[in-house]
């Protein structure tokens, strides 16, 4: 029924760009607080961006400057533009939705960066 889909992952050179994509579906988003995690090897999964329904917006220091988040409300569709990549980006990135203590996830995409 509720599915977030995230796509755009990929192998990307360091210093390089990706935009992930999250389709979120089966309800009503727009008041949903939305944000992107990710996990690396040998870690805990961390919040790396997040939105709320206002538009107010929040990053993890490590990723300040060079992702941003935005959120189209129409399309129910976030998305991740990431810029100016490390090898230390290199995780799987999630796709996250939550109201009232409630947490929607999607199945997650790889984002691998080489040096």
């Known amino acids: 029924q509720v599915q977030l889909v995230e796509s755009g992952g990929g192998l990307v050179q360091a210093g390089g760009s990706l935009r992930l994509s999250c389709v979120a579906s089966?309800?009503?988003?727009?008041?949903?607080?939305m944000g992107w995690y990710r996990q690396a090897p040998g870690k805990q999964r961390e919040l790396v961006a997040v939105?709320?329904?206002?538009?107010?917006?929040n990053y993890v220091d490590a990723v300040k400057g060079r992702f941003t988040i935005t959120r189209d409300f129409a399309k129910n569709t976030l998305y991740l533009q990431m810029s100016s990549l490390k090898p230390e980006d290199t995780a799987v990135y999630y796709c996250?939705?939550?109201?009232?203590?409630?947490?929607?996830w999607g199945q997650g995409t790889q984002v691998t960066v080489s040096s």
């Open positions: 996250n939705s939550e109201l009232g203590g409630y947490h929607y």
């Open positions: 089966g309800r009503d988003f727009s008041r949903n607080t």
């Open positions: 939105i709320t329904s206002d538009g107010d917006i």
